[in-house]
């Protein structure tokens, strides 16, 4: 009987083991298996934190590394260490933009996940090491060049990360709220016979850099405006004055890191 009772046991321990183990699908449809939840993670861009800061009550605590820690705007940063300090602690990167993200110092925090975005690829000699290390990759994604694809990323990542930390319920609560949000905009302009005149200018007070299309010049569109810039690839930087005289009704400024027209 005893005998039996230490069998049931041992039965009991490797089925919660088992268990643990969470597989999801990233964004890219790969299948990972993950220890559930993970407890120390490291972001291929730090603007991801974003994503956890709407999932978890405290999103600096798992993260141990990220790259791209300057791409958090500086007016936000000092508030978000206020209210979260552990973020003084999270390792550097590197820059993911110049593919400058370090895979030693990455390995050197030990950690169970690494969250990568649309500037990585599972062929990347980054991934590969990461994978060959033991550590498991998700690819999630924020970046496109449609409005559409852009929301389903979005909702998409969100699913992928609220799973990764058990709080699937939070992320189906954001995507339920960001998609009646969007479709309650777009309802709203539908019918719009005139549309805005609009300039957005994502870096300003910046270097002459980054004049493309595919990010929020999409989306003055989705809402109803006319970017004036629309069409125009070359370089605006020397024309913003006579682009300011043509929008005769509204004029957004930002000061964005790592943002395009």
Known sequence: MRLLALML??????????SAAE??????????????????????????FIFLSLLLDDPAAP????????????SLLPLDRRRFPELDRIASLGD?????????AALALEPDVAVLGPGYTPDDNVVRQLEK??????FIGAASDTVSRG??????????????????????????????RMDRIEGLVADRVSSPSVLVE???????????????????????????ADGNTRRLARSHFGLLAKC??????????????
Not at 152 to 180: N, Q
Not at 248 to 261: D, H, I, S, T
């Open 202 to 228: 994502a870096h300003a007070n910046s270097a002459d850099c980054c004049w493309s299309p595919g990010s929020t010049s999409d989306y003055v569109a989705f809402a109803g405006g006319r970017n004036i």
């Open 63 to 74: 993260i141990v590394g990220w790259a791209g820690a300057d791409r958090i705007a500086a």
């Open 133 to 138: 290390a033991g550590v498991a990759v998700v």
């Open 151 to 180: 929301r389903r990323e979005i909702t998409g990542s969100m699913r992928i990360l609220g799973e990764m930390f058990g709080k699937a319920d939070r992320a189906g609560a954001f995507t339920r709220f960001y998609d009646e």
């Open 248 to 261: 005769k009704r509204f004029a957004v400024l930002e000061r964005c890191q790592g943002q395009a027209l």
């Open 23 to 48: 597989r999801i699908t990233d964004i890219l449809g790969r299948s990972i298996d993950l220890a559930d939840p993970p407890q120390r993670v490291v972001l291929g861009d730090s603007l991801d």
């Open 9 to 18: 046991a041992v039965f009991l321990q490797l089925f919660a083991g088992a």
């Open 96 to 104: 993911p933009n110049a593919g400058g993200f370090s895979v030693e």
